[in-house]
C-alpha cells in the first residue's frame, strides 16, 4: 500500500463518494441491540452514539472468512474501545475515479475485493490507520473542550482521561469529534504488546443472526416492486437459441416478460469475452420465484449446438491425448535450473510417477444471484449482491445498461460461500441485462441444477514427474511436466497460461540442482474460474505425493526427507503473477511449519494395520501449512481419524476465525479430494445436483481437527485459501500408508473402492 493511499484526507474521501450518495450510510445493521441515537460520524468507518455504543462498517464482502469481524477488530484496536461494545455493518461500495478514468471503490482502506486470501493482509495497515485517525479526531475535540494540549491526553475503553482528573466517553464527545476535518499523514499506532483486541478470540458477530435464519445472505434480498427471474440457459457449451415458442410461457399466471440472453461465442462488447463468460438463453420474469420456475419448464425450446457441443471430457477419454502429448514432446518451458536432459550420474536411478486431478464444481452452499434495478430513464442503477468483487459487479452493470459507474449504488450482502465463484460476473451481468430490459428491480436467482450445469469450474489437470536421485539419496534432477484446462487460455490480455498454472518458485524449485518445468494446454469446452487456493491445489497434489514416493523409493522418512533438502532455509525470491510484485519465500519458516506439524501429530510412532499418516506441506498466499492425515482403511471404509496443521500465517487478528478458515479448509480439500468430479459428455455437463456431485457428508469428516499457529510478529497474511492444496496429499499418502496402495488421481473414491471393497473380504474371511 503506498504511502498516497494512507495520506488521503476526509475531504478528499468525501469527494470520492459524492457520487455514490452519503459517505457513511451502512447497510444491514447487526440485530441484537436496540438502535441508538449516533451523535458522531468519525471518519469512514466509525459512528458512535450518544451512550458509546460504536458502530464500525465492513467494505469487504462477508462469505464465511469471518473479515467482518476480523477487519473491525484492526479498526477497534486503533480506535481503543472495547470490542464488546461493538456492532459491525456492511457499507455500500463507493466508487471514484482513479487518475486512469477507473472507476474503483475507495475508502482509504485498500481494495473491496475479497479473493486470493487478501482482504486482512491488504487491509491491515490502512484499517488500522482508520481507527487511529478516527481516535485522533476524538482527542482533539476533548483539548477544545478542555483547553489543554492533545498530549496530555490519554484513551481506555472508549474514555478520554486527562491528568487533572477530567474524563470523557466518547460518547459525549462524538458530535464535537464528527466536525473535525480528518487527520492527514500517517499516526503513530500501537506497538502488539498493547494489543487489547488484536490477537484474542471473537465471536463470529454474524453467527447468532445465522443460526436464527434471519434474512442475511444475497439470496434474501429484497426491493420495493420486485420481480424475479430464472433463465433457461443452452444446455450445449456454446450453444444458442435456435427457436422459442413465446406462448408457452407469457401466457402462464404471474409471469410479466420473457428476456432473451443472447451471446455469441462470446459475450458481445461491451462484456469482457473471457471476465463475464454467459450461457446463451431466455430469462423468464414472474412476480414470484415459484410462477418463474414453473413458466421456465414449460417453455418451448430448441437449442442449436455450439463450438463445444462434441465435447467428450471425462477423465479417461479426454485425457489420453494430453499424456501422449507430454510424453512425445516438450511443452512451453515454465523454468530450467540446471540441465535435467544432461545429467550422468552414476548409480543415480528415476523414479516417475503420473497425477491426474479432474475438473471441479464451486457448489457454493448459497447458488448465485444479484438483485439489480435501473431507473426507467436509464440513468441511475441499485444493486444488493452477494459478490466477492464489487468493483467489477459495477463495471458489469455499467457495461451492460451504459449507466456511469459513479451513478451505481451497491451494497454488499452476505454470502453462503464463495470460494473463487462470485468473484466472477456472469449472474450479475444476466440480472442486469433483465433489470434494463424491463426498467423494474429484478431479483435473479440460480437453482443448483443451474450451478451445477453453468458453473466456471476448477481446471483439471495432468501431470508427468521424473526425479533423478543419487545414491545417497539425494534428489539431483526433477523434471515436472504438467497440463491443466486454465482458466486464462485465450482471454486477451491476460498472461500465457504457463505463467499463470503453475508458481515457478514454489518447493522444491531452488532446492534441486537441475531442474525443469513444462506447460502443455488441455483443452476444454467448459468455462474455467477461480477455485479455492486455484492452481496450488492441483499442483500441491502432485508435488507432495510424488515427495512421498520418491522417500519410500529411497527408504527415506518424508518428513526429513523434507528438512534436509530445505537445509538451513533462507529467504527466496517467489513470484505469482508477472504482472505483481514478487513475494518471499522463506524455507526458514516453511520448516518450522514442517515440524510444528511433525511433532504435533506424533509422527513416527507406529500405528497398528489398516492405520497410516501421510504428511504434506504447501505455501499459499504467503503462507505456510503443513499437515499430517492420519486415516483407518478397515471393513470396507475410510475413516479420516485425525488431521494436524501447522500454520504460519503471520500475525493472527482473530485465532477464532483463523482457526475456522484451516479447519474449513481441510474438510473442504476432504470433499473435492474424496468425490468430485464435472464431466462433460455429448457437449453437457452430466452433472445436475448433489445426486452426482458428491459433497462431503457429516461421517466422511475429518474425526478430529488440530490446528497450531507459529507466533509471529510479522504482519499477517492469507488464510481462507492455505489450508486446501496440502490436505489431498496428504490424505494419499496417508491411504498408502495404512494399505500399500497409490492413489494418484482426484477424486479418489473411484481407485479406493476395489481397495476398500478388499478390506471387507479380509474381513469376512
Given at each position: 500500500?503506498?504511502?498516497?493511499?494512507?495520506?488521503?484526507?476526509?475531504?478528499?474521501?468525501?469527494?470520492?463518494?459524492?457520487?455514490?450518495?452519503?459517505?457513511?450510510?451502512?447497510?444491514?445493521?447487526?440485530?441484537?441491540?436496540?438502535?441508538?441515537?449516533?451523535?458522531?460520524?468519525?471518519?469512514?468507518?466509525?459512528?458512535?452514539?450518544?451512550?458509546?455504543?460504536?458502530?464500525?462498517?465492513?467494505?469487504?464482502?462477508?462469505?464465511?472468512?469471518?473479515?467482518?469481524?476480523?477487519?473491525?477488530?484492526?479498526?477497534?484496536?486503533e480506535l481503543d474501545v472495547p470490542f464488546?461494545?461493538?456492532?459491525?455493518?456492511?457499507?455500500?461500495?463507493?466508487?471514484?475515479?482513479?487518475?486512469?478514468?477507473?472507476?474503483?471503490?475507495?475508502?482509504?482502506?485498500?481494495?473491496?475485493?475479497?479473493?486470493?486470501?487478501?482482504?486482512?493482509?491488504?487491509?491491515?495497515?490502512?484499517?488500522?490507520?482508520?481507527?487511529?485517525?478516527?481516535?485522533?479526531?476524538?482527542?482533539?475535540?476533548?483539548?477544545?473542550?478542555?483547553?489543554?494540549?492533545?498530549?496530555?491526553?490519554?484513551?481506555?475503553?472508549?474514555?478520554?482521561?486527562?491528568?487533572?482528573?477530567?474524563?470523557?466517553?466518547?460518547?459525549?464527545?462524538?458530535?464535537?469529534?464528527?466536525?473535525?476535518?480528518?487527520?492527514?499523514?500517517?499516526?503513530?499506532?500501537?506497538?502488539?504488546?498493547?494489543?487489547?483486541?488484536?490477537?484474542?478470540?471473537?465471536?463470529?458477530?454474524?453467527?447468532?443472526?445465522?443460526?436464527?435464519?434471519?434474512?442475511?445472505?444475497?439470496?434474501?434480498?429484497?426491493?420495493?416492486?420486485?420481480?424475479?427471474?430464472?433463465?433457461?440457459?443452452?444446455?450445449?457449451?456454446?450453444?444458442?437459441?435456435?427457436?422459442?415458442?413465446?406462448?408457452?410461457?407469457?401466457?402462464?399466471?404471474?409471469?410479466?416478460?420473457?428476456?432473451?440472453?443472447?451471446?455469441?461465442?462470446?459475450?458481445?462488447?461491451?462484456?469482457?469475452?473471457?471476465?463475464?463468460?454467459?450461457?446463451?438463453?431466455?430469462?423468464?420474469?414472474?412476480?414470484?420465484?415459484?410462477?418463474?420456475?414453473?413458466?421456465?419448464?414449460?417453455?418451448?425450446?430448441?437449442?442449436?449446438?455450439?463450438?463445444?457441443?462434441?465435447?467428450?471430457?471425462?477423465?479417461?477419454?479426454?485425457?489420453?491425448?494430453?499424456?501422449?502429448?507430454?510424453?512425445?514432446?516438450?511443452?512451453?518451458?515454465?523454468?530450467?535450473?540446471?540441465?535435467?536432459?544432461?545429467?550422468?550420474?552414476?548409480?543415480?536411478?528415476?523414479?516417475?510417477?503420473?497425477?491426474?486431478?479432474?475438473?471441479?464444481?464451486?457448489?457454493?452452499?448459497?447458488?448465485?444471484?444479484?438483485?439489480?434495478?435501473?431507473?426507467?430513464?436509464?440513468?441511475?442503477?441499485?444493486?444488493?449482491?452477494?459478490?466477492?468483487?464489487?468493483?467489477?459487479?459495477?463495471?458489469?452493470?455499467?457495461?451492460?445498461?451504459?449507466?456511469?459507474?459513479?451513478?451505481?449504488?451497491?451494497?454488499?450482502?452476505?454470502?453462503?460461500?464463495?470460494?473463487?465463484?462470485?468473484?466472477?460476473?456472469?449472474?450479475?451481468?444476466?440480472?442486469?441485462?433483465?433489470?434494463?430490459?424491463?426498467?423494474?428491480p429484478v431479483k435473479l436467482v440460480w437453482?443448483?441444477?443451474?450451478?451445477?450445469?453453468?458453473?466456471?469450474?476448477?481446471?483439471?489437470?495432468?501431470?508427468?514427474?521424473?526425479?533423478?536421485?543419487?545414491?545417497?539419496?539425494?534428489?539431483?534432477?526433477?523434471?515436472?511436466?504438467?497440463?491443466?484446462?486454465?482458466?486464462?487460455?485465450?482471454a486477451a490480455g491476460d498472461p500465457a497460461?504457463?505463467?499463470?498454472?503453475?508458481?515457478?518458485?514454489?518447493?522444491?524449485?531452488?532446492?534441486?540442482?537441475?531442474?525443469?518445468?513444462?506447460?502443455?494446454?488441455?483443452?476444454?469446452?467448459?468455462?474455467?474460474?477461480?477455485?479455492?487456493?486455484?492452481?496450488?491445489?492441483?499442483?500441491?497434489?502432485?508435488?507432495?505425493?510424488?515427495?512421498?514416493?520418491?522417500?519410500?523409493?529411497?527408504?527415506?522418512?518424508?518428513?526429513?526427507?523434507?528438512?534436509?533438502?530445505?537445509?538451513?532455509?533462507?529467504?527466496?525470491?517467489?513470484?505469482?503473477?508477472?504482472?505483481?510484485?514478487?513475494?518471499?519465500?522463506?524455507?526458514?519458516?516453511?520448516?518450522?511449519?514442517?515440524?510444528?506439524?511433525?511433532?504435533?501429530?506424533?509422527?513416527?510412532?507406529?500405528?497398528?494395520?489398516?492405520?497410516?499418516?501421510?504428511?504434506?506441506?504447501?505455501?499459499?498466499?504467503?503462507?505456510?501449512?503443513?499437515?499430517?492425515?492420519?486415516?483407518?482403511?478397515?471393513?470396507?471404509?475410510?475413516?479420516?481419524?485425525?488431521?494436524?496443521?501447522?500454520?504460519?500465517?503471520?500475525?493472527?487478528?482473530?485465532?477464532?476465525?483463523?482457526?475456522?478458515?484451516?479447519?474449513?479448509?481441510?474438510?473442504?480439500?476432504?470433499?473435492?479430494?474424496?468425490?468430485?468430479?464435472?464431466?462433460?459428455?455429448?457437449?453437457?455437463?452430466?452433472?445436475?445436483?448433489?445426486?452426482?456431485?458428491?459433497?462431503?457428508?457429516?461421517?466422511?469428516?475429518?474425526?478430529?481437527?488440530?490446528?497450531?499457529?507459529?507466533?509471529?510478529?510479522?504482519?499477517?497474511?492469507?488464510?481462507?485459501?492455505?489450508?486446501?492444496?496440502?490436505?489431498?496429499?496428504?490424505?494419499?499418502?496417508?491411504?498408502?500408508?495404512?494399505?500399500?496402495?497409490?492413489?494418484?488421481?482426484?477424486?479418489?473414491?473411484?481407485?479406493?473402492?476395489?481397495?476398500?471393497?478388499?478390506?471387507?473380504?479380509?474381513?469376512?474371511?
Amino acid at each position: 500500500m503506498s504511502a498516497e493511499r494512507l495520506t488521503t484526507s476526509r475531504r478528499d474521501l468525501l469527494k470520492a463518494a459524492a457520487g455514490a450518495g452519503a459517505l457513511l450510510v451502512f447497510a444491514r445493521p447487526q440485530a441484537g441491540r436496540a438502535a441508538a441515537a449516533f451523535v458522531g460520524e468519525i471518519g469512514p468507518f466509525v459512528r458512535i452514539a450518544a451512550d458509546g455504543a460504536v458502530i464500525i462498517g465492513c467494505h469487504v464482502g462477508e462469505m464465511g472468512q469471518g473479515v467482518s469481524t476480523s477487519l473491525p477488530m484492526l479498526i477497534a484496536e486503533e480506535l481503543d474501545v472495547p470490542f464488546e461494545r461493538v456492532s459491525i455493518q456492511a457499507m455500500p461500495l463507493h466508487l471514484a475515479r482513479n487518475a486512469r478514468g477507473q472507476a474503483r471503490s475507495f475508502l482509504g482502506a485498500g481494495q473491496s475485493t475479497a479473493g486470493g486470501s487478501n482482504s486482512v493482509r491488504v487491509g491491515f495497515m490502512p484499517l488500522r490507520q482508520a481507527g487511529a485517525r478516527a481516535r485522533r479526531m476524538i482527542l482533539e475535540a476533548a483539548a477544545e473542550r478542555w483547553r489543554v494540549p492533545v498530549g496530555e491526553l490519554a484513551t481506555h475503553g472508549g474514555v478520554v482521561r486527562h491528568a487533572s482528573g477530567l474524563t470523557a466517553t466518547y460518547g459525549e464527545l462524538a458530535a464535537e469529534a464528527a466536525k473535525r476535518p480528518e487527520p492527514v499523514g500517517e499516526i503513530v499506532l500501537k506497538t502488539p504488546d498493547r494489543f487489547t483486541i488484536v490477537g484474542k478470540p471473537q465471536r463470529q458477530l454474524d453467527a447468532d443472526r445465522i443460526v436464527r435464519g434471519e434474512p442475511l445472505f444475497g439470496i434474501d434480498a429484497e426491493m420495493p416492486g420486485m420481480l424475479h427471474a430464472v433463465v433457461a440457459r443452452c444446455p450445449y457449451l456454446g450453444g444458442q437459441v435456435a427457436s422459442l415458442d413465446e406462448r408457452h410461457g407469457l401466457g402462464l399466471p404471474g409471469v410479466v416478460a420473457l428476456v432473451p440472453i443472447m451471446v455469441a461465442d462470446a459475450p458481445a462488447p461491451p462484456l469482457a469475452p473471457q471476465s463475464t463468460p454467459l450461457a446463451c438463453g431466455v430469462a423468464v420474469v414472474a412476480t414470484t420465484l415459484w410462477a418463474a420456475l414453473q413458466a421456465r419448464e414449460a417453455l418451448k425450446i430448441t437449442w442449436s449446438r455450439g463450438a463445444g457441443a462434441a465435447a467428450d471430457e471425462s477423465s479417461a477419454r479426454a485425457y489420453a491425448d494430453t499424456w501422449a502429448k507430454m510424453e512425445a514432446g516438450p511443452g512451453d518451458l515454465v523454468r530450467k535450473d540446471g540441465d535435467f536432459a544432461g545429467m550422468r550420474a552414476p548409480g543415480a536411478r528415476t523414479i516417475k510417477a503420473r497425477y491426474e486431478a479432474a475438473m471441479v464444481a464451486h457448489a457454493c452452499m448459497e447458488p448465485p444471484n444479484a438483485v439489480v434495478a435501473v431507473d426507467p430513464a436509464g440513468n441511475r442503477a441499485q444493486a444488493i449482491l452477494a459478490t466477492q468483487a464489487p468493483d467489477a459487479a459495477a463495471a458489469t452493470i455499467a457495461a451492460v445498461t451504459g449507466v456511469d459507474p459513479l451513478q451505481i449504488d451497491v451494497t454488499l450482502a452476505r454470502m453462503g460461500g464463495g470460494f473463487g465463484r462470485k468473484y466472477d460476473q456472469d449472474m450479475v451481468a444476466e440480472a442486469a441485462i433483465i433489470a434494463n430490459a424491463l426498467k423494474r428491480p429484478v431479483k435473479l436467482v440460480w437453482t443448483r441444477e443451474d450451478d451445477l450445469q453453468h458453473d466456471l469450474y476448477r481446471p483439471g489437470a495432468c501431470h508427468i514427474l521424473d526425479a533423478v536421485v543419487t545414491a545417497g539419496g539425494r534428489i539431483d534432477g526433477w523434471r515436472h511436466r504438467l497440463a491443466t484446462h486454465s482458466r486464462v487460455a485465450g482471454a486477451a490480455g491476460d498472461p500465457a497460461p504457463r505463467l499463470t498454472e503453475y508458481y515457478p518458485d514454489g518447493f522444491p524449485a531452488g532446492h534441486v540442482p537441475n531442474m525443469q518445468v513444462e506447460y502443455h494446454l488441455l483443452p476444454s469446452a467448459a468455462p474455467r474460474g477461480a477455485w479455492r487456493a486455484p492452481g496450488h491445489v492441483v499442483n500441491a497434489f502432485a508435488i507432495e505425493c510424488f515427495l512421498d514416493e520418491i522417500a519410500v523409493a529411497t527408504n527415506r522418512d518424508p518428513v526429513e526427507l523434507r528438512l534436509e533438502m530445505i537445509g538451513a532455509g533462507g529467504a527466496l525470491s517467489y513470484m505469482y503473477l508477472p504482472q505483481m510484485p514478487r513475494k518471499i519465500f522463506d524455507t526458514a519458516r516453511y520448516a518450522a511449519v514442517i515440524r510444528r506439524a511433525a511433532e504435533a501429530s506424533g509422527w513416527g510412532r507406529p500405528l497398528p494395520k489398516g492405520r497410516g499418516r501421510g504428511f504434506a506441506a504447501h505455501f499459499t498466499f504467503e503462507s505456510y501449512v503443513a499437515q499430517v492425515v492420519e486415516v483407518t482403511v478397515a471393513d470396507g471404509r475410510l475413516r479420516i481419524d485425525r488431521v494436524t496443521a501447522a500454520v504460519d500465517a503471520g500475525m493472527i487478528i482473530n485465532p477464532n476465525g483463523a482457526r475456522a478458515q484451516i479447519e474449513g479448509g481441510i474438510n473442504d480439500g476432504l470433499s473435492a479430494a474424496l468425490g468430485q468430479a464435472i464431466t462433460v459428455r455429448d457437449g453437457q455437463v452430466e452433472q445436475r445436483n448433489f445426486n452426482d456431485y458428491e459433497m462431503l457428508r457429516m461421517e466422511g469428516a475429518a474425526r478430529r481437527i488440530d490446528v497450531s499457529f507459529i507466533e509471529s510478529g510479522e504482519p499477517p497474511n492469507g488464510l481462507g485459501e492455505p489450508g486446501v492444496p496440502p490436505l489431498a496429499p496428504a490424505l494419499a499418502n496417508a491411504i498408502f500408508a495404512a494399505t500399500g496402495v497409490r492413489l494418484r488421481r482426484t477424486p479418489m473414491s473411484p481407485d479406493l473402492a476395489p481397495v476398500l471393497a478388499a478390506t471387507t473380504r479380509k474381513a469376512a474371511s
